[in-house]
């Protein structure tokens, strides 16, 4: 639009801000706000991980230490500030195995259960359930063991997955479950562990078993 003076040009001028000024503030504050806002949250979370980050070295210094109660104590404290972070999960699994060789199986299972819950990685999560179900075991209760156990999973997980369930199945006795676990997890080209499962398929051989029956080779 043209304007013959620079009167007509004022009014035109106060006539849009007086219609739309407001909207041009609050977007203004708005924008401004949630660009402080976002600056303030990368901030804090990049503060949190290097918090997580230091607490959880300092667990493993303590671990290395012989300082399971430090070690524990750590755990807890990244647990209570920050649930949810793949730190608190490593930190718990850690003062687990500590727990579990300092024969303290009740501890070692609430933390093995907290992170199979609350791990922010499937895997992570997986390796908490199957080191759990062995703990189970090692408690006298294989059954609460083998429900622990995911009853699916990634196929990388088939070797620890089925070894654990064949050496649970060989705590209540049924040897032909155990011995087909261990068969399956044998199988796998995820296996870290093939020459045990070789010596346990053997001791569980049949009558008529040939080696190459008891325990396949897959080299």
């Known amino acids: 639009m043209d304007y013959e003076t620079e009167e007509q040009q004022v009014e035109a001028l106060k006539a849009w801000w007086a219609e739309n000024g407001r909207a041009v503030i609050t977007g203004v504050v708005l924008g401004a706000g949630l660009i402080g806002g976002w600056t ?27 300082d399971a109660a430090a070690a524990a104590s750590l755990a807890d ?3 209570d500030d920050q649930p949810g972070k793949l730190y608190s999960a490593y930190a718990n699994m ?18 093995l259960e907290w992170v199979s819950s609350h791990a922010p990685q499937e895997d992570v999560q997986l390796i908490a359930r199957v080191r ?9 209760d ?28 060989m705590m209540t006795g049924d040897l032909q479950a155990a011995r087909d676990a261990y068969k399956t ?3 796998s080209q995820y296996v870290a562990n093939r020459e045990g499962l070789t010596m346990k398929l053997n001791e569980l051989a049949l009558p008529g ?4 029956d008891s325990a396949e080779s897959t080299s």
């Open 142 to 169: 294989a059954a609460a063991g083998l429900a622990s156990l995911p009853g699916t999973y990634p196929e990388s997980f088939t070797g620890l997955v089925e070894e654990a369930r064949g050496d649970l199945l």
């Open 77 to 79: 404290e990244l647990t």
């Open 209 to 212: 078993d040939t080696a190459g």
């Open 40 to 66: 303030f949250w990368t901030g804090y979370q990049e503060k949190q991980a290097v918090i997580a980050s230091d607490i959880y070295s300092r667990t493993i210094e303590a671990l290395d230490g012989g």
């Open 94 to 111: 850690a003062a687990a195995r500590a727990a579990v060789e300092a024969g303290n199986l009740a501890d070692a299972m609430r933390r």
């Open 132 to 140: 759990l179900a062995r703990v189970q075991g090692a408690s006298g």
């Open 185 to 187: 997890a044998q199988a």
